[in-house]
């Protein structure tokens, strides 16, 4: 139901836009968000876009990534800027309905897409 794609190999300060194609039903009411996987570490938030347009992010990314949704609601996207060797993962797209305090939870979300592996270069 979430297909994620758009990762690959770049070098550090270099652009990448991610896209997790939404297929099967819509999430027109919950949340969508981003978490990564660095190799041998925990998977960890990025960040998330609610069904009323508000945005959140891990603070290592805010001002370089920007989340995003269309207006038919079927891709989220996540645009990466300046990227650096420590944005290297797996990055994931996730959808859910945590609650307000739960939104950086990978617990608060319930579908995941297989994941699109960045990679950058220093």
């Known amino acids: 139901q979430l297909q994620a794609s758009g990762g690959g190999l770049v070098e550090a300060g270099a652009s990448l836009r991610l896209s997790c194609a939404i297929s099967g039903r819509t999430f027109t009411t919950g949340t969508m968000a981003w978490f990564r996987q660095a190799p041998g570490k925990e998977r960890d938030f990025v960040a998330a876009f609610t069904w009323n347009g508000y945005t959140f992010y891990t603070d290592s990314v805010k001002g370089r990534f920007t989340i995003s949704r269309d207006n038919a609601k079927t891709t989220l996207y996540l645009q990466m800027n300046s990227l650096k060797p420590e944005d290297t993962a797996v990055y994931f797209c996730?959808?859910?309905?945590?609650?307000?305090?739960?939104?950086?939870?990978?617990?608060?979300?319930?579908?995941w897409g297989q994941g699109t592996l960045v990679t950058v270069s220093s």
């Open positions: 996730a959808a859910g309905q945590p609650i307000r305090s739960n939104i950086r939870a990978s617990s608060g979300y319930r579908t």
